[in-house]
């Protein structure tokens, strides 16, 4: 399995800030999705980051909100922007291994934000 | 519209019972089901993954059951263990090739 790490692992955050989280991958991959998990629920897929073309975004997330860079094949940052109290929820990235046959996904440990 | 639902929202087990946990999915071009387990302050692990050309898939003390004409599959986990206590989530692709959508998720609680 992929290993991945994230920073930061939680922060606290004024309304009106943005933060950046980094996403590091121990291999390279080709598809690096972002997801936000609010707390007590399920997890909500923000977008898309393939390396070298535009993040794709599903409904209800925007690029100015959370725009994403993908620069290279193991590394990709979220930022969430102007952030408000309803922004507050673990984001997490996870990646598609290309040796694998199915689609296995594998999660990061996740990036706990509160904003006040 | 929810793709995959999942059932129950929470469930208490006695050590050494067995839990099980429902998804119901809609899409039938659904040809991947895996199941998630998270433990709080963690990311969502992979835990067991199905297609649906078998109808059992057994890993240790965890087993998916596939119905395809019924259109559900289940995560049956045999023994439970205090340590398996977590929330679990199952999942089905999503609208894209390379997405997944996610139930709501099951907390599960094993009581010694």
């Known amino acids: 399995s992929a290993v991945i790490s994230q920073k930061p692992s939680r922060d606290i955050c004024q309304r009106g800030t943005s933060l950046t989280i980094q996403c590091q991958v121990d291999?390279?991959?080709?598809?690096m999705f972002w997801y936000r998990q609010q707390p007590g629920q399920s997890l909500t897929l923000i977008a898309t980051?393939?390396?070298?073309?535009?993040?794709?975004?599903e409904s209800g997330f925007v690029i100015d909100k959370f725009p994403i860079s993908r620069p290279n094949l193991t590394f990709s940052t979220l930022t969430v922007s102007n952030m408000s109290p309803e922004d507050s929820s673990i984001y997490l990235c996870?990646?598609?291994?290309?040796?694998?046959?199915?689609?296995?996904?594998?999660f990061g440990p996740g990036t706990r934000l509160t904003v006040l | 519209q929810q793709q995959v639902k999942q059932s129950p929202q929470s469930l208490i087990v006695q050590k050494g019972g067995i839990s099980i946990i429902n998804c119901a999915y809609e899409?039938?071009?659904?040809?991947?089901f895996p199941w998630y387990q998270q433990f709080p302050g963690k990311g969502p692990a992979l835990l067991i993954a199905?297609?649906?050309?078998?109808s059992e898939k057994k890993e240790g003390r965890f087993t998916i059951s596939f119905n395809k004409s019924a259109k559900q599959f289940s995560l049956h986990i045999m023994d439970s263990q205090p340590g398996d206590s977590a929330t679990y989530f199952c999942?089905?692709?999503?609208?894209?090739?390379?997405?997944?959508?996610f139930g709501k998720g099951t907390k599960l609680s094993v009581i010694p």
């Open positions: 996870s990646v598609e291994y290309p040796s694998t046959a199915d689609n296995e996904q594998f």
């Open positions: 980051a393939n390396q070298g073309s535009e993040a794709t975004y």
């Open positions: 999942a089905g692709p999503g609208a894209g090739s390379y997405q997944l959508t």
């Open positions: 199905i297609r649906p050309d078998v």
């Open positions: 291999s390279q991959v080709t598809m």
């Open positions: 899409n039938t071009a659904f040809d991947y």
